[in-house]
């Protein structure tokens, strides 16, 4: 293949354009061809063949305002996965103070449990019953029993509350970014790594809001007695950001209309309904498509496929039926299917255990980083409330940056995905361990901004990469296990921080050594997606 083709093979007729009878562009599958980002050996190679044929669809059609929309309502869900763990550490000092004699860390731990249970319970039901169901409901669970927890009236009730709306958060990673992967064309897959920009805004938004309702009406945290009425910030807070994700939902559910994802009905052997989708995607954005059933028959029977199923005629429609038959697809097959070749099940291996690592890694420091700055803060002097929360207004502004550099960084020739994540990562570790030098407040700030702009480089390529390493049929299983690992060791954080001393830089120490390990780990993936379409 040519060294052209070795980037983005992408070759659209240009003044040779043809239009239908209302004007639309005809984007030809033929005109455009892209480079796979797993081998041929690795997949079903009936499967393969039709991923290229629609991956050729999508690319002909190009980057048009379905993508860009689809970039906005995808994005809120990366808002909600990075907004609601800082909610948890930004409500931790207030509700401490209100609530005294409670365990800060068990907040924590429900809420992991939750985001432990909504990964993987979404990701492998985004393969079952498809995308849109999965990202029609997310939020709004988000944001139903967030309300209901600003009306909790012990610490137990808030934990449980945490735990729930986690489930509906856990799901946005492996859903959203399947989504937007797969109605994205290849020359333009970099801005999977964008989309974190939103991530990095969910802890600004998040931030923001908090700074001026917990100032101001918490009680300080050297009280001894903190009446309800008294210290309505964090509820306040919580009802704020609840409120927001049911305007998001309904932005997503009532606004925006998702088209299922053609590489997934495909997966499933739904030829027609993915063509048919590939043709809304084209009409979305003003063009046509020539993409026809026959075209992915011809590429399934040229990679040896005996039969061709097209549909399922004659299903029983009934509730009870319906019921049955998600209970039989319910099955392993994905798992199996992210290890079917040594290759392949190295690939797969590897990126679990890199997100298991930063899962224990980024939560152990992050989700306490409001009672270290206020601790540090006292020993420097200047411990308040209001510095406290002005100083994580400062770190979230200096990580959205991190989002943009990190999509350029992604695409450059020697670094690519791989090396832009191990230097991010290592170098994530590395501030993290020069942060306990600080002798003031000022120089602890400086070495946190350090150390969030890396950290939001090294997420948005990530989340960018994982998506891209599974095949589409198996891709919300594979991103829902990687971030299920991220969220079992997610939940040993609270647990080390229940036996460890928060006062002491040891946690830190711990959190910037698996930073460090999971960065080198990076280095020896064997798959680079640089330059690749996604199958």
């Not at 849109?132 to 137990?156: D, E, M, Q």
């Not at 590939?278 to 040229?302: F, P």
């Not at 994905?334 to 290759?343: I, M």
């Amino acid at each position: 293949m040519s060294e052209k083709n070795d980037e983005y093979a992408t070759n659209l007729a240009g003044s040779n354009e043809k239009h239908d009878n209302n004007g639309k562009t005809v984007s030809h599958v033929e005109d455009s061809h892209t480079v796979d980002l797993i081998p041929e050996d690795s997949i079903d190679p009936v499967y393969h063949a039709k991923a290229n044929v629609l991956n050729d669809a999508i690319q002909s059609i190009g980057m048009g305002k379905y993508q860009w929309h689809l970039f906005i309502v995808t994005g809120m869900g990366w808002f909600a996965d990075n907004l609601w763990p800082v909610v948890t550490g930004i409500i931790l000092p207030p509700v401490l103070t209100e609530f005294p004699g409670s365990k800060g860390p068990y907040l924590k731990l429900a809420q992991n449990i939750g985001l432990l249970v909504g990964a993987f319970f979404w990701g492998l039901g985004s393969d079952v019953w498809g995308r849109r169901v999965s990202f029609n409901i997310t939020l709004l669970i988000v944001g139903v029993f967030a309300i209901a927890a600003g009306g909790s009236n012990n610490f137990t009730t808030l934990s449980a509350m945490a735990a729930v709306w986690s489930i509906g958060v856990g799901g946005n990673l492996p859903v959203d970014s399947a989504i937007f992967l797969e109605a994205c064309p290849a020359t333009h897959q970099y801005l999977l790594t964008v989309l974190s920009i939103w991530w990095a805004f969910g802890q600004l938004i998040g931030a923001l809001v908090a700074w001026p309702l917990i100032a101001n009406f918490s009680c300080p945290t050297t009280s001894t007695s903190c009446a309800r009425k008294d210290n309505m910030g964090w509820r306040y807070f919580v009802f704020t950001m609840g409120g927001l994700m049911l305007l998001l939902w309904g932005i997503r559910f009532f606004v925006f209309k998702l088209n299922e994802s053609p590489k997934y009905l495909m997966g499933r052997g739904r030829d027609e309904q993915a063509v048919e989708n590939v043709h809304r995607i084209a009409d979305y954005n003003g063009r046509t498509s020539d993409l026809s059933v026959e075209d992915l028959k011809k590429a399934a029977s040229k990679a040896g496929a005996k039969d061709i199923i097209t549909g399922e005629p004659g299903l029983d429609t009934s509730a009870k039926a319906a019921v049955l038959r998600t209970v039989e697809e319910f099955r392993l097959d994905h798992v199996r299917a992210l290890f079917a070749t040594k290759k392949l099940a190295y690939s797969s291996t590897l990126l679990i255990i890199i997100w298991a690592l930063i899962g224990l890694a980024f939560p152990l420091y992050n989700a306490f980083i409001t009672v270290f700055f206020t601790l540090r803060g006292t020993d420097f002097g200047d411990g308040s409330i209001d510095r406290t929360y002005r100083d994580l207004v400062i770190l979230s502004v200096i990580g959205v940056p991190g989002a943009i550099i990190g999509g350029f960084m992604v695409d450059l020739p020697y670094l690519g995905r791989k090396g832009t994540l191990s230097l991010a990562t290592i170098s994530t570790g590395v501030f993290l361990f020069i942060s306990t030098t600080a002798r003031n407040s000022n120089a602890l700030l400086g070495w946190n901004c350090a150390y969030s702009f890396t950290s939001n480089v090294m997420y948005g390529v990530l989340y960018a990469m994982t998506p891209e390493m599974f095949p589409t049929k198996d891709r919300g299983t594979g991103t829902g296990l990687a971030a299920t690992a991220n969220r079992i060791f997610g939940v040993m954080s609270p647990i080390v921080a229940l036996y460890a001393d928060l006062t002491t830089p040891v946690p830190i120490y711990v959190s910037g050594g698996l930073f460090i390990g999971a960065g080198f780990l990076a280095l020896i993936l064997p798959f680079e997606t640089r330059g690749k379409a996604s199958l």
